[in-house]
Every structure is written in C-alpha cells, then in structure tokens.
C-alpha cells in the first residue's frame, strides 16, 4: 500500500516539477492545487493558511518537501517543515531543480531547508528525463527511511 505524503514546494517556481514528482506514483500524494486555489488560500490570514495546511497534513505519513531554487526561502514551506515534525510526521525532501519545467528550463540548485538528519535525495542525473526516473525508483523507499527515522524521534 502507497504511503499519504503531503508535498511541499514553491509554487510559483515548481509548480510544474511538484506535477511531474505527484504522476509517479508510489505514494499517494495529496492532491494537486491549482493555481486559483492557492491564490486563494494565501490571500487569506495567516490562521487560515495555517489551519489549510494543518489540514492537509492531518490524515498523511510524511512530508516531502520538493526543493527547488528557492524553496528555503518560502515562509509556508517553513511552516509546513516544522508543523509536520510537531505533529510527529515523516519528513524527507527531493532536489527537483533538474526537472525541466513548463518552458524546457532547468533552475539552479536550492539550498537545503531541511535539518541534516533528514534524508534528502538528490539524482546523479544531469537530463531531466533520467532524473525523474531516478525520483520514480527511489522516492518511495526515501519515504520508508524518513519514517524510519522519524520514529527514532519520537
């Protein structure tokens, strides 16, 4: 059985790499936002926001959080990094900057959001096509050890 996962990224910036890492497959991810709804959940108050992630995390085993660009320097990805550990769930990350998005582009690298007992994947693979693949044969057994360690935690 696919583990619930809650993905968490920087909209704007990985929207379309967040889509591709949700087609895999291998765990059961939350469901995709489209761009209204986002717009209309961040223009809300922060409790909002707050309780809209809460949410969305509730009935899931891990966080994982798809790291692009500029992903650290998301206040809600913050958020959801450290309100997921509170509520005692898994939490990994994945370097999507090699992923092409919309237009064929690839970004630079993020800096890492994560602590450094968190396991991040990150592919070998320079061409987007082999990169996802490489996602798409590890990512399910990267949520099994975050699980893992979360439970050394708690």
């Given at each position: ?27 059961e ?26 949410n ?26 450290n ?30 959001p ?31 050890r975050a ?8």
């Amino acid at each position: 059985m696919a583990r619930k996962v809650f993905y968490s990224f920087h909209f704007d910036n990985d929207n379309w790499r967040a889509g591709q890492v949700r087609n895999i497959g291998g765990v059961e991810g939350d469901r995709p936002v489209n761009g209204n709804k986002w717009e209309e959940v961040k223009s809300k108050s922060d409790a909002t926001i707050k309780e809209w992630i809460d949410n969305n995390l509730r009935d899931k085993s891990c966080l994982v959080v798809l790291i692009g660009e500029k992903t650290s320097e998301r206040k809600w990805v913050n958020y959801e990094i450290n309100r997921a550990w509170e509520l005692g769930k898994a939490v990994c990350g994945i370097y999507v900057h090699k992923l092409e998005n919309v237009y064929g582009n690839q970004s630079s690298k993020g800096k890492n959001p994560l602590a450094s007992y968190i396991p991040i994947f990150e592919s070998d693979y320079s061409t987007s096509k082999y990169v996802y693949d490489d996602i798409k044969n590890n990512i399910s057994d990267l949520v099994e050890r975050a699980i893992k360690i979360r439970s050394q935690y708690s």
